[in-house]
């Protein structure tokens, strides 16, 4: 009875040994979870000639505020953002959003970038007696590409308002930047705001 009990006592330490190897083994062999999106931040962002940037944190889902020209383009569904203002009339938001998979991100590209391009055209029908114009300052070499647009906008008696867009892809994660402030196309930092989309995109992953 002893050399019977003894020799369970063995087996089923030895059973222990296996299970634990083999769950070793499976937690060894099952991918790491992939890093969130990181984000611009503040000093990223084209320097303002008389205020620093300040930057909210990140937070789930879209902006409570739809991002102009984007307000129907974007999925509240994998998104994320990031708001930054500055102490003047100037300000900026991120949207990341990680598609399901690589051909979906790369079809939400294609209609946020279509969504800013057809942008002034919209703003013109939602108000006749205003003044919009698209410009497009083309691609950015990063990671699968990113382009930047410029939209002026302008209503009877009000402020000139331009914003710039960049819309850029790594892998299966998209993410968009708009910089907006008072003024026309002459007060587009450009340069600058490609510095900044070339940054957003390369920090996805």
Same mark, same amino acid.
């Given at each position: 009875m002893q050399i019977r009990t003894h020799r369970g006592r063995v087996a089923a &330490?030895?059973?222990?040994?296996?299970?634990?190897?083999?769950? &070793? /083994?499976?937690?060894?062999a099952a991918p790491a979870p992939t890093a969130a999106p990181r984000f611009l931040s503040a000093g990223e962002l084209p320097p303002h000639p008389s205020s620093p940037w300040y930057a909210g944190e990140v937070a789930g889902g879209l902006p409570e505020f739809p991002v102009f020209c984007l307000e129907d383009?974007?999925? $509240?569904?994998? &998104?994320?953002?990031?708001?930054f203002n500055t102490e003047f009339?100037?300000?900026?938001?991120?949207?990341?959003?990680?598609?399901? $998979?690589? /051909?979906?991100?790369?079809?939400l590209a294609a209609e946020a970038n279509a969504s800013v391009r057809n942008c002034a055209a919209d703003y013109l029908e939602e108000h006749? /007696?205003?003044?919009?114009?698209w410009?497009?300052?083309?691609g950015v070499a990063?990671?699968?590409g990113a382009r930047v647009h410029g939209v002026h906008t302008s209503l009877p008696d009000?402020?000139?308002s331009i914003h710039l867009f960049g819309v850029g892809r790594d892998g299966r994660t998209v993410t968009v930047v708009m910089w907006a402030q008072m003024g026309t196309?002459?007060?587009?930092?450009?340069?600058d705001f490609r510095k900044t989309a070339r940054t957003a995109v390369a920090k996805l992953h």
């Open positions: &330490a030895t059973a222990v040994a296996a299970a634990t190897v083999m769950a &070793a /083994g499976t937690a060894q383009a974007l999925p $509240s569904r994998g &998104a994320r953002h990031r708001q009339d100037t300000w900026a938001v991120q949207v990341t959003v990680r598609a399901a $998979s690589t /051909g979906a991100a790369r079809k006749p /007696g205003g003044f919009a114009e410009r497009d300052y083309g990063v990671e699968e009000a402020e000139n196309f002459e007060h587009a930092q450009v340069d």
